[in-house]
């Protein structure tokens, strides 16, 4: 009983070992996270369970964060599956996710609209919030606070419905009644979304007729109808062929600026080409978080490197 | 082993395909069974010309009053107006036996038939009328009990002719049936001494009593009643007469009458003239006989030239010189007895001489002076058959059993074969309007069997298809929600273990077998609801009021306890809502009785008590309901929520819950207002039958069907839409609760309207169940087969119809066969609703797979 103890507290006791054994990297940069890695590399002592400090590059220090993320733990009933995850997502720009899968991307970009609240077992701990207002504080409504983020899932689900009708379905559930202003969001909604051409001739007709890569577009329309604060992609192109997967690419470098977007994403070149920041995660844990250019160029850290370049993931 | 798995996929294959194809041919025969038993229903009645023969000589001095076939078909008997009674066989024309009727009394001046029967009446110069019988008497006799002489005459067809009886040999070895004339008249009975009858008619009624009625040549009209003494000692039989007379009921100026009949129950007697007015008088009080009304019989300045009465004495068969004959019945109405024409069938061309009722139906034949003869079905205002007598028809007789039809003339007697088919099932008579005897008005009726000879089959289908529909309308108005919403609530808001064990304990309700269900409906519960009616109807606004209200009072509940409460405890406290609502209906019963139903709602319904607002009020209710909830989300709801974004839980919660409380209130007090309104206006629903939901209460109610056959469908539209809610993928349910959507939203918006076809196909299902279900309708209803909407009287479906008297129909009698026709028609509707729930399904499926 007391040897169980001690080993428990052991484990639970936060790995203060200054590092020396850790690649070169460069000086000034380490010195904004005060970054402390353990000996053997951050994988290993993520893989020990021992805790770290995310390296978040200065850059984002300027940045005016839309969702700040602080120390967010989740739990799958017993399995942990993010580990003190800090972060902000920045205003008006892109954030790409990276990480290889298992790793807590979707589950991150869920918490943020509280969906896991939607799975049984969840257990959620640190703090969230969106432009100041927290997001897992015991007074939030969560309907609420979802109409205030857009989200886009991996797989195009258009309602089985008129294109019109999918549009401007987050205006119908709030009860909006007015023609006029409906036929406004859903034309404003679909050429923000790069559609309106294709389909204005069609607005009624089933969305389930459109092409895969049309109803993902019509998907990111349904998401901005509702004039999000912040806009959750969840590998929004792994379900598409190259070409649909282009034209998104180009429609997320269109909405960059309106737009904040949190997106996960499964391919580096997508990640490189479309966004303005990239965090990597490992098991949980948000390892690296920087400008693309740096976390694609010159990373902090060598695990960093290694996944980026595909040596390993 | 690969040899083997090839083998066992051919046998898996040929198996599955004969099982499929076995199946489909096995429905086609059903149906094709059904359907031959059923079409011959349409068959079209023949008169087979090519049999029509001359049976007599005939003769050109006297005319014959009546006519008749044997029950065989082997003899024909006429009697003449010199009271002189032959019997010819009908195959040669070969005379039998002659009688002189009237004997010494001479030749009878006034004369009648009961249609139908042997029985006779005769009235004389010298003021008697005698009443008697005329038939054919058949007896089964061995070889060797008939005379030598009758053996010795056989011809080769095996029948002869011997001392005034006919013999014939029946293909059982030695076996003969003997057959003589069977007439005799009674003593005469002194109608109108000295004064001779011109017109009479008598009628047997029940008790033995005769009743007579006569007119004579003094203008008197007479009504008078036998009773017959037998002495023991002679055996003869005297009367004893009571009379009743209307002297000069017609005066020396006068036309005279041409016809008189006295209706079968003794009740009307009815003179009529030539000119077609005829007078109806009531006789059923023989002392004070009255004339109740005088009616014109035939249409313009057509002249009465036949009356006769219809099998039953009750229809009188008017014909007129333009071949049209009418038939005619008192009903009752507000002043007594009224005289209605039913049917107007224009049947022959020239003027009508004689109107012969047969004596199985209501098949008629008539005849007319130019010679041309027809079989007519009255009811159905059907002319089955015409033909050609070649000569003037003075009477004409249809055989017992319908296979010779005869016409008497001059020149001697024509017969036909006759084949009638099925004149009671037209298609008209199985599911249009008919006016049978005695209704007041031409009405779809279903009376398939009665107590009298005489009784007409009423066979419309329609009653049994509006009690299928009224069942199935009942039940799925009940069950249908219930499943369906059970079904959203179990596959959106319950976590999938409880959903399992909901989903099995329902699948053990569909288990119970549909006679317990039945048994109980009509043993326990339809009791039960007789005894507390309002309490149980009170329960369907009571039980979902509890529930809003339990939604509204978990509101005041703080946020921390209410996300504990998530999931099973929730459910529990849903279902708490039942236990609490039936509390509050019972308490409620007694003051609502008081308060709007007189204190009694059964004598309420009955119209016995209280005024027209609390139906109109009822009916009203769910209009408001659904009123007040559109309201409430268009208008109250949204300026709630923005004006609550400040306020505290418990504040927010008390003005739900004030709202809630106002908006029901206002519904109950404007479904009141508009209900006295429509009350006050003049409206009854207790009393408009037809389609009001409203009326008398009889125990095994419509309501009572609906609750158990509801309880029964439950389960099958539950399963089956809980399986389409369920198919709806769940990253659209995911998308819509990322827009902000709750799950009422997600479900109402999204999942309901994807899986729409899903639980229409459902809802299919559970509707071919209903219309197909037999045990529960046949228990738990009083089978009593009207056409009201009335939740609180009975139907009677086609299913339950089949069971009840498919058992003792006569196979392949009329009736037999339309109840085959009527589980064809049971089996169209049922095939057509499953059929548009399965290519729902399909196309369902087709989608399905786009998602
Ligand atoms: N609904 C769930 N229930 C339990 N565990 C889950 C659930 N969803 C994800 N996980 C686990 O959480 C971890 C992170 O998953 P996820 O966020 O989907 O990873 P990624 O999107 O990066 O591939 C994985 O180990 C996965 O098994
Ligand atoms: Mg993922």
């Known amino acids: 009983m007391f040897t169980q103890n001690s080993k428990m507290e052991e484990e639970l006791t936060p790995h203060s070992d200054p590092s020396g054994k850790l690649p070169a990297r460069d000086p000034g940069t380490a010195a904004t996270t005060g970054g402390t890695a353990p000996i053997g590399g951050v994988f290993e002592a993520i893989s020990r369970g021992e805790s770290f400090v995310t390296e978040t590059h200065e850059e984002l220090a300027a940045e005016d964060p839309v969702v700040g993320i602080e120390d967010f733990d989740l739990h799958y009933g017993a399995t942990q599956a993010l580990f003190g995850v800090s972060m902000c997502v920045p205003r008006g720009k892109v954030t790409a996710l990276i990480g290889p899968s298992g790793c807590g991307k979707s589950t991150l970009l869920r918490s943020v609209n509280r969906m896991n609240d939607l799975i049984d077992g969840v257990q959620t701990d640190g703090k969230m919030t969106l432009n100041g207002d927290s997001i897992y504080g015991r007074k939030v409504d969560v309907i609420e606070l979802r109409k205030r983020i857009g989200m886009v899932f991996q797989k195009p689900n258009p309602f089985p419905m008129s294109i019109y009708e999918n549009v401007i379905y987050s205006l119908r559930i709030d009860g909006v009644r007015d023609k006029n202003l409906l036929d406004e969001v859903c034309e404003l909604s679909l050429k923000g979304a790069g559609l309106w051409d294709e389909v204005k001739d069609r607005l009624n007709s089933n969305a389930l007729r459109m092409s895969g890569g049309q109803q993902q577009r019509l998907c990111i329309a349904r998401a901005i109808a509702a004039e999000p604060e912040v806009l959750l992609l969840d590998e929004p192109c792994s379900a598409l062929d190259p070409i649909a997967t282009g034209k998104i690419e180009d429609l997320i470098d269109q909405l960059r600026g309106h737009y904040s977007i949190l997106m996960v994403t499964h391919n580096m070149q997508q990640a490189s080409r479309t966004s303005d920041y990239t965090a990597f995660m490992y098991l949980g844990r948000l390892v690296e978080y920087g400008p693309t250019g740096e976390i694609f160029m010159q990373p902090k850290l060598r695990e960093t490197e290694d996944y980026v370049t595909g040596r390993f993931g | ?851």
């Open chain 2, 1 to 851: 082993m690969r040899k083997s798995a090839r083998y066992a996929e051919r046998a898996a294959r040929l198996s599955i395909t004969l099982g499929g194809v076995g199946t489909i041919i096995a429905v086609s025969l059903i149906f094709v069974f059904l359907f031959s038993v059923a079409v011959p229903l349409f068959g079209s009645a023949k008169l087979d010309v090519a049999s029509v023969h001359a049976a007599d000589k005939g003769d050109e001095q006297h005319e014959v009053l009546h006519g008749g076939v044997d029950e065989y078909g082997r003899l024909l008997w006429k009697l003449q107006d010199d009271g002189h009674l032959y019997l010819t066989t009908v195959a040669e024309g070969a005379e039998v036996a002659e009688l002189d009727l009237a004997g010494a009394a001479g030749a009878p001046t006034a004369h009648a038939m009961e249609p139908g029967t042997e029985r006779i009446v005769l009235g004389f110069g010298d003021g008697t009328a005698r009443i008697g019988e005329i038939g054919v008497l058949s007896s089964l006799e061995t070889e060797d009990e008939i005379p030598a002489g009758a053996l010795a005459t056989k011809g080769a067809d095996g029948h002869c002719v011997f001392e005034e009886a006919f013999y014939e040999w029946l293909p059982t070895k030695g076996l003969v049936r003997v057959s003589r004339l069977n007439a005799a008249l009674g003593e005469p009975i002194e109608v109108n001494p000295g004064v001779e009858l011109q017109l009479v008619d008598r009628s047997q009624l029940a008790g033995g009593e005769e009743k007579l009625v006569a007119f004579s040549a003094d203008g008197t009209l007479g009504v008078y009643s036998l009773r017959a003494r037998r002495n023991l000692l002679t055996g003869e039989t005297t009367y004893k007469v009571r009379t009743s007379q209307i002297p000069e009921a017609v005066t020396g100026d006068d036309a005279r009458p041409s016809r008189l009949l006295l209706s079968g129950n003794g009740a009307s007697a009815y003179l009529a003239w030539e000119n077609g007015q005829v007078r109806h008088y009531d006789v059923r009080d023989m002392d004070a006989p009255k004339l109740i009304e005088t009616v014109e019989l035939t249409a313009g300045r057509a002249k009465l030239t036949a009356m006769d009465f219809l099998l039953g004495s009750t229809t009188l068969l008017v014909g007129d010189d333009h071949g049209t004959l009418r038939a005619w019945f008192p009903v009752r109405d507000d002043d007594g007895l009224t005289l209605v024409e039913a049917h107007e069938i224009d049947c022959l061309d020239d003027a009508i001489t004689t109107i012969a009722s047969s004596g199985r139906s209501r098949i008629v034949m008539v005849g007319d002076a130019a010679g041309r003869v027809a079989a007519v079905q009255v009811t159905t205002n059907e002319v089955l058959a015409r033909s050609d007598a070649r000569q003037p028809v003075q009477a004409a007789a249809i055989s017992p059993k319908e296979d010779l039809a005869v016409a008497f003339g001059a020149q001697g007697s024509a017969v036909w074969q006759l084949d009638v088919a099925f004149p009671e099932a037209t298609f008209g008579a199985l599911f249009g309007k008919v006016w049978y005897e005695g209704y007041p008005e031409p009405g779809y009726t279903w009376q398939s069997t009665g107590g009298t000879d005489s009784f007409e089959p009423k066979l419309s289908l329609m009653p049994l298809i509006y009690g299928t529909l009224k069942a199935t309308f009942y039940s799925m108005l009940f069950g249908a929600p219930i499943a369906i919403l059970a079904a959203i609530y179990s596959s959106e808001f319950l976590a999938a273990r409880t959903r399992a064990s909901l989903k099995s304990l329902i699948e053990i309700m569909a288990g119970l077998p549909s006679v317990v269900l039945g048994f109980l409906a009509a043993l326990v519960f339809a009791p039960f609801v007789q005894d507390n009616l309002l309490g149980v109807l009170l329960c369907f606004l009571c039980v979902p009021a509890v529930l809003l209200l339990l939604g509204q009072l978990l509101r005041f509940v703080p946020r921390t306890v209410e996300l504990r409460l998530q999931g099973t405890p929730r459910l529990l406290i849903a279902v708490l809502s039942l236990p609490l609502g039936i509390l509050l209906a019972r308490a409620l019963s007694a003051p609502v009785a008081d308060g709007f139903f007189g204190g009694d709602l059964l004598a309420w319904l009955d119209g016995r008590v209280g005024g027209a607002a609390p139906g109109w009020t009822i009916l009203l209710l769910p209009v408001f309901g659904v009123g007040a909830v559109i309201a409430n989300r268009r208008f109250v709801e949204p300026r709630l929520r923005e004006a609550s974004v400040e306020w505290s839980r418990t504040r927010t919660a008390a003005a739900g819950l004030g709202i809630f409380l106002f908006l029901s209130l206002l519904t109950l007090l404007g479904a009141w207002i508009a209900g006295s309104l429509i009350a006050w206006m003049g409206g009854d629903l207790r009393s408009a039958g037809g389609l009001s939901p409203i009326g008398t209460y009889v125990q095994r109610s419509s309501l009572v069907v609906g609750f158990v056959m509801g309880f029964a469908i439950i389960p099958v539209i539950y399963t089956l839409s809980e399986d389409a809610l369920s198919s709806v993928p769940n990253h659209l349910r995911l998308a819509s609760f990322a827009t902000g959507a709750t799950r009422w939203q997600t479900a109402a918006r999204v999942v309901v309207p994807t899986a729409a076809s899903g639980i229409f196909s459902a809802l299919m299902v559970g509707l071919g169940r209903a219309v197909g279900e037999t045990m529960i309708v046949l228990m738990a209803t009083g089978n009593t087969p009207v056409m009201e909407m009335n939740l609180f009287n009975g139907l009677r479906t086609l299913s339950a119809n089949i069971a009840v008297e498919l058992p003792e129909a006569v196979k392949d009698s009329t009736h037999y066969r339309t109840l085959f026709l009527a589980a064809l028609t049971l089996f169209a509707m049922t095939f057509v609703v499953n059929t548009l729930a399965e290519s729902v399904r399909q196309h369902f499926r087709k989608r399905a797979h786009q998602l």
